[in-house]
């Protein structure tokens, strides 16, 4: 198959879901769909490294963890082929493409 062109749209659709994320070493990224549960997670991560702390001592990664709101996220679409498009003889009516869902 013949590579496409990328291209892409922003989608700023009031219908897009805020998303919220935890991030730590550990667990790496975590999306969540509520500030509230992203919060929770945040909370509970913290936690893991005092509970390990009584034995060792604060490790430094407990720093890494942070949380926050989901800005954009990149999904996948099909679109129609751009005038100019050359079919390469697989059938092909759709080109590669994603849309950037800018959320508010």
């Known amino acids: ?3 496409t ?3 892409t749209k922003t989608l ?3 219908n897009i ?3 919220w994320f935890v991030y730590d070493r550990e667990n790496n ?3 969540f769909d509520s500030e509230k549960e ?3 997670e945040f909370l509970k991560q913290i936690q893991l490294y005092r509970d390990e702390s009584y034995d060792d001592g604060w490790s430094e990664e407990v720093e890494d963890i942070t949380w926050g709101k989901v800005y ?3 999904k996948l679409i099909e679109c129609e082929s ?3 498009f050359v079919d390469d003889g697989e059938g092909l009516d759709f080109a590669e493409a994603f849309a950037i869902e800018h959320r508010k």
Do not use: L, R, S, W
Request: aromatic letters at 12%; proline letters at 4%; glycine letters at 4%.
């Open 1 to 3: 198959m013949k590579e």
């Open 5 to 7: 062109e990328n291209y």
């Open 12 to 14: 700023t659709d009031k």
């Open 17 to 19: 879901k805020e998303k």
């Open 29 to 31: 990224f975590q999306i």
């Open 38 to 40: 992203a919060y929770d």
């Open 72 to 74: 954009q996220t990149v």
């Open 82 to 84: 751009p005038e100019g």
